[in-house]
């Protein structure tokens, strides 16, 4: 313990000084901005930045690079709580419940308890980081393609399981995802299919043209479809400030949040949206009054954000760890310490711990920049509903076809966005929720690979699954949750039939 706390003070000596803590900085307003913009996203705004670090020394880099990672994770839900646009894909679930927030003129409350979960949510996994790396790392290295398939569908399963509706329409939502997730070029073989001679559809259909469309073209849709446009919000400087029965309500979710998304980041894939969409389905399947989620529940807010934060300090557990990174952003991260002459792994500690625990320290301080960053801009934000609606709208649809041609300058994206805006629009009108739209796009190629690359481990026989205790475990878990389900499905079944009954004896009485 000792040691930790020395190496600790190590990490902030470097931290601290001028020139790192500028760079953190950076790092978080870029962040910020590239979460704001729909359709950019931490990937490809580390990506882009990458070359401007080339001049920099590894810790500074580092530093500036993971600034820019949890920063759009604070700067995506700004836009999805005022606008339902998700700046990017893990604030998918914030749409939700935030943006009904705003419409009841908690704006204010929802971006301050977002911004204020994602500290809290920040600041435990750094901790965590800090003393369960090595452990959680080695255990996470157990999950081969078998685990990771088995692990993917159980989430799929509990996500359905969870949410407040129909576990049917939940599934049938996720499999549609599923099958546009399949859409472009075979991963293992390099053939393309369901594609129809469309070139750009060969990556695939990109998550951020789904996302933006379903929620945020949906919403201007069914808006512009009403009689009377909806009132302008125009909160109060008190009406900003989350009251003391939001900060109760959001205590928990944030625990929750925060445990969940640093264990869903160790494990590889796209973790950050992930854990979003767990806990949203835990915190509903928790809740004394889960009918008021999609109707501006505060832990609809406070959880998924909180998870999304923790899980980015998960992710980089096998990364600093062992040198395995867990998705694309770390991969991204991975190769610019290696650019920089840093080989990550269990040596790293020993051999440049200045550059470890500097790292380590430069997240705490830059969750409390992102903090002070975000906290008084809440009102600035607010004033976006000031506007008007015959401008505002217009304004978004702009925003949105702008975001999504950015990502690959690619009109076929724009396109599909107003595709799914329709598709949105009509699932809305048939009380179908599209989140698990998104999650299907997302899991497909890596539940697809996962299978493939098993069946491949094992000359093509499915008895691969049932002879690897992990995957084993969690599919029997898949297993049960489904006969519960059905369960639940059968005694609403006999209580219809037994309601019928008793009406047609009580028209014979």
Same mark, same amino acid.
């Given at each position: 313990?000792?040691?930790?706390?020395?190496?600790?003070?190590?990490?902030?000596?470097?931290? &601290?000084?001028?020139? %790192? /803590?500028? +760079?953190?900085?950076? =790092?978080?307003? $870029?962040?910020?901005?590239?979460?704001?913009?729909? !359709?950019?996203?931490?990937?490809?705004?580390?990506?882009?930045?990458?070359?401007?670090?080339?001049?920099?020394?590894?810790?500074?880099?580092?530093?500036?690079?993971?600034?820019?990672?949890?920063?759009?994770?604070?700067?995506?839900?700004?836009?999805?709580?005022?606008?339902?646009?998700?700046?990017?894909?893990?604030?998918?679930?914030?749409?939700?419940?935030?943006?009904?927030?705003?419409?009841?003129?908690?704006?204010?409350?929802?971006?301050?308890?977002?911004?204020?979960?994602?500290?809290?949510?920040?600041?435990?996994?750094?901790?965590?980081?800090?003393?369960?790396?090595?452990?959680?790392?080695?255990?996470?290295?157990?999950?081969?393609?078998?685990?990771?398939?088995?692990?993917?569908? &159980?989430?799929?399963? %509990? /996500?359905? +399981?969870?949410?407040? =509706?129909?576990? $049917?329409?939940?599934?049938?939502?996720?499999?549609? !995802?599923?099958?546009?997730?399949?859409?472009?070029?075979?991963?293992?073989?390099?053939?393309?299919?369901?594609?129809?001679?469309?070139?750009?559809?060969?990556?695939?259909?990109?998550?951020?043209?789904?996302?933006?469309?379903?929620?945020?073209?949906?919403?201007?849709?069914?808006?512009?479809?009403?009689?009377?446009?909806?009132?302008?919000?125009?909160?109060?400087?008190?009406?900003?400030?989350?009251?003391?029965?939001?900060?109760?309500?959001?205590?928990?979710?944030?625990?929750?949040?925060?445990?969940?998304?640093?264990?869903?980041?160790?494990?590889?894939?796209?973790?950050?949206?992930?854990?979003?969409?767990?806990?949203?389905?835990?915190?509903?399947?928790?809740?004394?009054?889960?009918?008021?989620?999609?109707?501006?529940?505060?832990?609809?807010?406070? =959880?998924?954000?909180?998870?999304?934060?923790?899980?980015?300090?998960?992710?980089?557990?096998?990364?600093?760890?062992?040198?395995?990174?867990?998705?694309?952003?770390?991969?991204?991260?991975?190769?610019?310490?290696?650019?920089?002459?840093?080989?990550?792994?269990?040596?790293?500690?020993?051999?440049?711990?200045?550059?470890?625990?500097?790292?380590?320290?430069?997240?705490?301080?830059?969750?409390?920049?992102?903090?002070?960053?975000?906290?008084?801009?809440?009102?600035?934000?607010?004033?976006?509903?000031?506007?008007?609606?015959?401008?505002?709208?217009?304004?978004?649809?702009?925003?949105?076809?702008?975001?999504?041609?950015?990502?690959?300058?690619?009109?076929?994206?724009?396109?599909?966005?107003?595709?799914?805006?329709?598709?949105?629009?009509?699932?809305?009108?048939?009380?179908?929720?599209?989140?698990?739209?998104?999650?299907?796009?997302?899991?497909?190629?890596?539940?697809?690979?996962?299978?493939?690359?098993?069946?491949?481990?094992?000359?093509?026989?499915?008895?691969?699954?049932?002879?690897?205790?992990?995957?084993?475990?969690?599919?029997?878990?898949?297993?049960?949750?489904?006969?519960?389900?059905?369960?639940?499905?059968?005694?609403?079944?006999?209580?219809?039939?037994?309601?019928?009954?008793?009406?047609?004896?009580?028209?014979?009485?």
């Amino acid at each position: 313990m000792a040691e930790t706390v020395h190496n600790l003070l190590l990490g902030f000596s470097v931290a &601290l000084s001028p020139p %790192v /803590l500028l +760079y953190a900085f950076v =790092g978080c307003v $870029v962040g910020t901005i590239v979460g704001v913009l729909p !359709g950019v996203g931490p990937l490809a705004g580390i990506s882009l930045l990458l070359p401007a670090t080339f001049g920099l020394d590894a810790t500074k880099a580092i530093v500036m690079l993971a600034g820019i990672y949890y920063g759009a994770m604070y700067g995506g839900s700004t836009t999805s709580i005022l606008m339902r646009i998700p700046g990017e894909a893990a604030s998918v679930m914030t749409c939700i419940d935030g943006y009904a927030m705003a419409r009841k003129g908690r704006a204010g409350a929802a971006l301050a308890i977002a911004a204020v979960g994602s500290y809290v949510a920040g600041t435990v996994s750094v901790v965590a980081l800090m003393f369960l790396a090595p452990p959680l790392a080695s255990f996470a290295l157990r999950f081969g393609p078998p685990e990771y398939f088995a692990l993917l569908i &159980l989430g799929l399963l %509990v /996500l359905a +399981y969870m949410s407040s =509706g129909s576990m $049917v329409k939940a599934l049938a939502m996720a499999t549609l !995802g599923l099958l546009l997730g399949m859409i472009g070029i075979d991963q293992m073989t390099g053939y393309f299919r369901f594609a129809y001679g469309v070139v750009e559809l060969g990556d695939g259909i990109g998550v951020v043209p789904v996302a933006v469309g379903l929620f945020g073209l949906s919403e201007i849709l069914a808006t512009a479809g009403q009689e009377t446009p909806p009132a302008v919000i125009k909160p109060t400087l008190r009406e900003l400030l989350p009251s003391r029965q939001e900060w109760k309500e959001s205590i928990w979710p944030i625990g929750r949040g925060t445990v969940l998304g640093f264990l869903i980041g160790i494990i590889p894939g796209s973790a950050h949206i992930i854990s979003s969409f767990v806990s949203y389905a835990v915190e509903r399947r928790l809740s004394r009054r889960p009918e008021e989620f999609g109707h501006g529940a505060v832990a609809g807010v406070a =959880g998924p954000e909180s998870a999304n934060n923790s899980a980015t300090s998960g992710a980089f557990v096998p990364m600093l760890a062992l040198g395995v990174p867990s998705g694309p952003i770390p991969a991204v991260m991975l190769a610019a310490m290696m650019v920089h002459g840093v080989s990550p792994g269990p040596l790293l500690i020993k051999q440049q711990p200045e550059l470890f625990w500097g790292f380590i320290a430069s997240m705490y301080v830059g969750n409390v920049v992102l903090l002070i960053l975000n906290l008084p801009l809440v009102g600035v934000f607010v004033n976006l509903l000031r506007v008007p609606y015959p401008l505002l709208y217009p304004g978004i649809l702009v925003f949105c076809i702008l975001g999504v041609y950015a990502v690959n300058s690619s009109v076929v994206d724009v396109w599909i966005m107003l595709v799914m805006g329709l598709v949105g629009y009509l699932l809305r009108k048939l009380d179908f929720e599209p989140a698990p739209i998104v999650l299907g796009v997302i899991l497909a190629p890596m539940i697809e690979m996962a299978l493939r690359q098993s069946l491949a481990m094992s000359d093509g026989h499915y008895a691969i699954f049932l002879t690897r205790p992990i995957a084993t475990t969690l599919l029997t878990v898949g297993v049960l949750l489904v006969l519960l389900s059905l369960k639940s499905l059968v005694t609403r079944g006999l209580d219809w039939r037994a309601r019928i009954a008793m009406a047609e004896k009580g028209e014979e009485l």
